[in-house]
Nanobody, 123 residues
Framework: QVQLVESGGGLVQAGGSLRLSCAASGRTFSSYAMGWFRQVPGKEREFVAV????????RYGDSVKGRFTISRDNARNTVSLQMNSLKREDTAVYYCAASGLTIATSGPEYDYWGQGTQVTVSS
């Protein structure tokens, strides 16, 4: 089992930045690819970013490329999402997830999920 707890969400103005963190506990964190997803009520969950267990591979959703950066610290069992140049359409609940695959960009490929943290971007 892997337990995931997100933090860092909040209210920010458009154009601003936020940094989300996800703390993992349980089984070997460093063996999992770690991803971020987001969801708005009434809409499908959207892939945001993923980083492989070593950090060598990263993928981003088209809507966040060039603005968001995913990173991880295997020594501290954490994964972070630096979000810059935020837009109103980035408003969502952001979820951290862990996958046993090398890299994964869809929800069903993930084994463990956090509870989510709300990000609200105001104009």
């Amino acid at each position: 089992q892997v337990q995931l707890v997100e933090s860092g969400g909040g209210l920010v103005q458009a154009g601003g930045s936020l940094r989300l963190s996800c703390a993992a506990s349980g089984r070997t964190f460093s063996s999992y690819a770690m991803g971020w997803f987001r969801q708005v009520p009434g809409k499908e969950r959207e892939f945001v970013a993923v980083i492989s267990w070593s950090g060598a591979l990263r993928r981003y959703g088209d809507s966040v490329k060039g603005r968001f950066t995913i990173s991880r610290d295997n020594a501290r069992n954490t994964v972070s999402l630096q979000m810059n140049s935020l837009k109103r359409e980035d408003t969502a609940v952001y979820y951290c997830a862990a996958s046993g695959l090398t890299i994964a960009t869809s929800g069903p490929e993930y084994d463990y999920w956090g509870q989510g943290t709300q990000v609200t971007v105001s104009s």
